[in-house]
Structures are given as structure tokens and as C-alpha cells.
């Protein structure tokens, strides 16, 4: 089963920092595509950072320069380190998983990874006040 457990929001002021974690279980998760995604109020969900199963890295122009993902594979954890925050930067933030898309549809075979995902965590709460 698989599960995605984020934590590391919080409130700070602009400029400020925060590293956002989360927890992955139930699969491997060098196999899998794995993303980060925010939904501020009144707002469509937006993807922000991407690692694919090479690990190359996606960022939205947003924040690109200022966020960086990451994994620890001991630790079985994904990362978010958000610097240069700003106001514009308050929401919830997800971290999501899917397998790649290769020629036979998801599957664990290389493919590419893209901006659909069906795994989700529950989400944490990013505010950043001016």
C-alpha cells in the first residue's frame, strides 16, 4: 500500500526557510516518478518541483532558484527545501508518486515522468507572511 506522509510546514516571514518532508512507504521509491505540488486558496493545483526515476529534476518558473528537491533513499524520504520564501509562496503543499510512463502504459519498465500522479499525501500548510 503505498503512502505519502508530509510534514515541515509551518508559518515564516518572508525571506525565510523551510524544509518540507515526506514520508514514503509502500513501494521503492527509486522506481517511481515523484513530485512536489501547492494549491494556494481560490487556486488550481499546481506542480512545482519534479524528480524523475534518473533523477533529473523539473521546477516551475515560480520557483525555480529558490526550491530544491530531493531524496534520501536510507531514509526513505523526499525533500522540499523552500529558501527565498515569499508571500506569494502560502499553501497547502503535496507530495505526490506514480509510477513512469513508458510504451505500455505505468509500469515499473523506464518511461518518463509527467505531471499526473496518482498518490498523494494529505498535504502541510506553508504560509509566509510579508
Known amino acids: 500500500q503505498v503512502q505519502l506522509v508530509e510534514s515541515g510546514g509551518g508559518s515564516v516571514q518572508s525571506g525565510g526557510s523551510l524544509r518540507l518532508s515526506c514520508e514514503i512507504s509502500g513501494f521503492t521509491y527509486s522506481t517511481y516518478c515523484m513530485a512536489w505540488f501547492r494549491q494556494a486558496p481560490g487556486k488550481e493545483r499546481e506542480g512545482i518541483a519534479l524528480?524523475?526515476?534518473?533523477?533529473?529534476?523539473r521546477y516551475a518558473d515560480a520557483v525555480k532558484g529558490r526550491f530544491t528537491i530531493s531524496q534520501d533513499g536510507a531514509k526513505n524520504t523526499m525533500y522540499l527545501q523552500m529558501n527565498s520564501l515569499k508571500p506569494e509562496d502560502t499553501a497547502m503543499y503535496y507530495c505526490?508518486?506514480?509510477?513512469?510512463?513508458?510504451?505500455?502504459?505505468?509500469?515499473?519498465?523506464?518511461?518518463?515522468?509527467?505531471?499526473?500522479?496518482?498518490?498523494w499525501g494529505q498535504g502541510t500548510q506553508v504560509t509566509v507572511s510579508s
Open positions: 505526490a508518486a506514480d509510477l513512469p510512463i513508458n510504451k505500455y502504459g505505468r509500469g515499473p519498465d523506464p518511461g518518463v515522468c509527467d505531471w499526473s500522479f496518482g498518490y
Open positions: 524528480m524523475s526515476v534518473d533523477g533529473g529534476t
